[in-house]
């Protein structure tokens, strides 16, 4: 039986403030709360008893049994599924010296939710450990974005900083960016460590940031003289970066 | 002055039914709109008087002067902007040839409004201009699909059929399709024309497409021995296959 204060607690994690305070996000469906459970704390699992009772062994600092109508009232999602999850933010140690040995990722106010989450996902993908986002980038906990990772949040570290610190506080580490003047991606030559940098939806990366990549890259359309799109969608640039990054190594 | 029935006529074509049975679809922003103007017939302008004022030869079948207030009660935006068209659905030839001859795109039950707007855009961006689609694909004329194409749908042409039929009727086409089990995408000969066949969020491509499949591949992930994510998300998934079959005609 899940009481009202459980309710509005669940429900209050929506928002970042409150995450931010709690130190807690959500996640739901039986999937992702499998994925994730072992990687964080679980502070309060939220289950129908069929779940349950397909999940003996399952740690939780809180287990509630619901009905589906009570789960409902609790869950964020239009169609909620069998299992909600509070499990605690992880720590991360901040390390800006991954940077030097291995590829990392760089978000420069990406505004999107789910396509943050869609990001986490290619990095896990790809074998990218960390990413830094500057603090206009939103917030990795937000329920859209856990969901959206499918899991991957288990595996990728996200930090929280300012940017320009950051990538002026880095030496001889190369530091991509894609821009729509760019150089031809399959052109240039890759590395397996250093950061890429992805912007904002509409605008792009900013001024600030731009001013410290030293190797712009661009996606070319095909066929090039062709009138097309402006831009690819924020997180479909990242994958074709990526990939284009770990084929080199392959 | 926006009438309630011009209101409910608008916020009607919300479901598919209803755009079906009316020829026509919504696209909001305006950029959005400046982008499809031209390509569609416009029905309907629904517009403040600041951006009318910057857009003297606009060109629609009524135009309707609001208040952003008035705006607000017709837009299915949570932020409406200035400006929202009712376009008529363009009617499109339906020509399977076009695969012998081009690189073109099959959706095997894409559910998802945001993916199947993404990989129009993705389309376009790689000069795709047919992009085949089961009946249980989601409507292309979805107004998130619309939002997220930004612009794209007026390059890329969809067709709804039953992929089955289509794909038994080729002869001496590649018909290529993403599986885990795939080969590496990096390995194989690719080509100019034939069909990529992307299949459904949750299940992958049915058994009965991916039966008529003669060229499996696969998106590497790496480091290859590392534990991942399952899968990627499917615009990702044709982001990254649609940049390689292009790479290799730079």
Known sequence: ???????????SLELKKKRKEEQAFIAE??????DLMGHFTCKLLVATSS???????????????VSQDELSRASLLKTPQEVLAVFE?????????AIKDSLCLALDDVQD????????RIADWFGIEHIFCSSGTVDAYNPKTVQATMGALARVKLHYCDLVSLISSLKDVPVFGTFLDGDNIYNESLSSNGLIVMGNEGNGVSREVSELINRRLYIP???????????LNVAVATSIVCAEFRRRLL
């Open 1 to 11: 039986m899940l009481s009202k204060n459980k309710i509005k607690y669940i429900r």
């Open 29 to 34: 469906s039986p999937k992702l709360v499998g």
């Open 51 to 65: 779940w349950l009772s397909t999940h003996p062994h399952i740690q939780a600092e809180e287990i509630v049994e």
């Open 89 to 97: 933010q992880p720590k991360h140690t901040f390390c800006p010296e």
């Open 113 to 120: 939710p789910g396509n943050l989450g869609t990001i986490i």
């Open 221 to 231: 359309n095909y066929p090039q003289d062709r009138e097309t799109s402006e831009s």
